[in-house]
């Protein structure tokens, strides 16, 4: 059964720091690109950021830039995000999503291409 799980949110103030994770399991997900999206209360789930499967490339939404970054641990089937100078409007539930290892894209942002989702973990930004 594959799996993807997701850890690392919490509470936290505005200005810090949390580093979310994403353990795969069930298939690896070396050859899948790796995908952060969100979902803020109201809002629809949105694209956070993502990274190709050899690392090389990544894409991050325009409000997350120089901020959050994504990274991957092939040999350990692990993706991550670091998200730093954290604000309120941060505050969601985090997916961590991954495309299938036959997909013949390289790096998306678009939710349609990713087949494996987490549950999500929770990050809230809060004085």
């Known amino acids: 059964q594959v799996q993807l799980v997701e850890s690392g949110g919490g509470l936290v103030q505005p200005g810090g720091s949390l580093r979310l994770s994403c353990a795969a399991s069930?298939?690896?997900?070396?050859?899948?690109?790796m995908g952060w999206f969100r979902r803020a209360p109201g809002k629809e789930r949105e694209f956070v950021a993502t990274i190709s499967w050899s690392g090389a490339s990544t894409v991050y939404t325009d409000s997350v830039k120089g901020r959050f970054t994504i990274s991957r641990d092939n040999a350990k089937n692990m993706a991550y995000l670091q998200m730093m100078s954290l604000n309120p409007e941060d505050t969601a539930v985090y997916y961590c999503?991954?495309?299938?290892?036959?997909?013949?894209?390289?790096?998306?942002?678009?939710?349609?291409?990713?087949?494996?989702w987490g549950q999500g973990t929770q990050v809230t930004v809060s004085s």
């Open positions: 999503a991954a495309t299938d290892p036959t997909w013949n894209g390289y790096i998306s942002s678009r939710d349609s291409n990713y087949k494996y």
């Open positions: 069930g298939r690896t997900f070396s050859s899948s690109a």
